[in-house]
């Protein structure tokens, strides 16, 4: 008897560390970032001698809001701090966020126009413990739609100097507005809510449901 | 049932156990100025490198290390013959830093030349075990330390290959107790990635030389710690 149980224990617990091993190697990285650049001496008139690149996205993308018996909705905003140019983390820094949220296209293009209002400013980013260069803004997306970060205040880069940090992007499928038009009268498009200097980008959120396969519209055959 | 079957249980038992450990305990990281250490549970890769008997002939090179495509952190310590930094032979009690007289080059080595970059690895003289310290007037025997990369005192700032060359412009024989020890900690990622363009860069001078424990503030160089 205590040998099949034994036994028992030992196909479950093998059985989890595959299938939570599965699960994490599944998480997509949909993130992008911007390069800050400073001098050692502290001196912001001085010319960059250093470079800190700051990653932004959700955590374990792509991310879905929460729904109460499907999703959890525990997408943490999270930063990556490096220096650029070894690759060393960065682990010591004292930053804030601004959160953006727009329910829909429309209602940010009227962002657009009447101006970027944050829902919640000053939201304390924290060190994941553990992992140096890691950073949280720990929350549980509540509605599928539109989601922006603004992150302030400053890392320190080695003990030697604290380096002033303003990344802010929208998530990645935003509409974009049209700037003006180029030479063949062709309309340019530009993310407005974007720092001009960020590069690439992390999804916005949606409902749970909308990956579902076969989807809600989809019809069976009456005979089947 | 038989004591074999046990054993093998507890055997098969324990490796479930250590699996599940692994896979979701192991994320714990050390870290004081700029490394980061080995992640909690692990033992850093250590190379051990003994260079007495050689002698290494005026403008020749020692590969003493290569992770490509890997470049990494970690720890780079030296035991070599020695001068004082500006050349003198010694009797000035204000000019107490030392030199290797080989120098410790690190970056990439490239089979492109385009994407090979060499530069000298900012070293830290540790007076306190070399014997200019312990054997008045000797110059045997000096230690150095850095740490790989260096990303506030200089040096190239992704590290695959690590090499001695000999800039003297003599022989240099090596003698029981010299010796290279390269500690690597940890992987930053991959050359392939994050190469070097526009190469190649191969700075062949001398080591700077940091040194904390002498009066001159101005060698101490940024960002060191006590570890």
Redesign the interface.
Known sequence: M??NK??L??VA??A??MV??GSASEQAFAHGGQVIGFN?SGDPNDPPN?WITVIMGHNSEPTAAQETGKHDGKHPMELFIS?T?????L?EADLTVEKYYYENDKKFNKAVDKGFKPLETDVAVDAVH???GHYFARQILAQPGIYGYHVTGTVNY???VDVPIDVKAICRDAPLTQVGEDENGDPIFKQTFNNPSWFGGFGCTQDIDDNKFPGKKVKHDKDD | ?TFQ?QNK?SM??GT??L??AL??GG???A?H??E?GVETGTIPDNTHIRLDGMTLPAGGVFPLYDASPN?V?GHFLLTSPCELVDGETGGDPDNDTYQPLVTAIAGHIDEHASGTHMEPIPLFYINTVSSPKLAAGSDAQCVFHAHI?D??NGGA??VTDIDLVNLSGADIEFKPGHIVDINVQRV??SIAD?PYTGGPVVELTRNVIYDLNDDDTTNDG??HSSQ
């Open positions: 205590n040998t034994t036994q224990f030992l617990s093998i989890s560390v939570l091993a050692l250093r220096d140019r070894t690759g060393l983390n682990a553990g992992d140096p080695f003990g030697v | 049932m079957k249980i098969i038992a479930a156990l699996t599940i896979a979701f994320t714990v990281y870290s100025s700029f980061a470049y952190s990369p990303p506030l700032p992704r930053l990622g994050d940024l960002g």
